[in-house]
């Protein structure tokens, strides 16, 4: 299937500090990227989506100043955690799909776990 | 967006047949059922998909009711790395291609 890459897998920062992820699709291109957000022991949480070229479309109650989406181009997208507080401490997930079509499956990153200290 | 609805968790022997269940009553004609599992700590794994009629493939097998408002999904012969948490979820219709995941099941293979 196709691949799709996060980096860094796992990181480490102060408060206050900014962190930026990396959503990568190596083998395909991806108009819309999804990113999520997933607590321990708790379901994927989707945060927004992001659209190449265009401004992502964020879900309710997730503030969009302070998780700063780029879709630069077909295969990257980044998130960026600004401002990081010990409660943004969390599993961060990206995913990406094939086509637009109705039936095509997503793909997912390997996610990213990001500690804020 | 047609809610599902999962067991909270299953066990499994290894070896065995696992068959996790999933209701889906409100599904539209056009939403087709998914299936991801997750392992701890790693992104979902894209398992299988169907409209109505049953769908096999490698991993798994997948039956819908005639009806479509249920569905369950077949791990013919489950093994310790099959140990995660699997996910029923409807496609949205609209022209959007978010996943909505809800709670899932855990499933749990032991020796």
């Known amino acids: 299937g196709a691949v799709v890459s996060q980096h860094p897998s796992r990181v480490i920062c102060k408060s206050g500090t900014s962190v930026k992820i990396e959503c990568r699709s190596l083998?395909?291109?991806?108009?819309?990227m999804f990113w999520y957000r997933q607590f321990p022991k708790q379901s994927l949480m989707l945060m927004a989506t992001s659209n190449e070229g265009s401004k992502a479309t964020y879900e309710q109650g997730v503030e969009k100043d302070k998780f700063l989406i780029n879709h630069a181009s077909l295969t990257l997208s980044t998130l960026t955690v600004t401002s990081a507080h010990p409660e943004d401490s969390s599993f961060y997930i990206c995913s990406a799909r094939l086509t637009r079509a109705m039936n095509t499956e997503a793909f997912f990153g390997q996610g990213t776990r990001l500690t804020v200290v | 967006d047609a809610k599902t609805t999962q067991p909270p968790s299953m066990d499994c022997a290894e070896g065995r047949a696992a068959n996790l269940p999933c209701n889906h009553s409100t599904i539209s004609g056009n939403e087709y059922v998914y299936w991801y599992r997750q392992i701890h700590s790693q992104g979902p794994q894209y398992i299988i998909h169907g409209l109505k009629n049953n769908e096999t493939n490698e991993m798994a097998s997948l039956i819908i009711t005639e009806d479509r408002k249920s569905s369950t999904l077949i791990l013919p012969h489950a093994t310790l790395r099959d140990t995660a948490v699997y996910y029923c979820?409807?496609?949205?219709?609209?022209?959007?291609?978010?996943?909505?995941f809800g709670t899932g099941t855990r499933l749990q293979v032991f020796p």
């Open positions: 979820i409807v496609r949205v219709p609209r022209n959007t291609d978010k996943l909505i």
């Open positions: 083998d395909f291109q991806a108009t819309t």
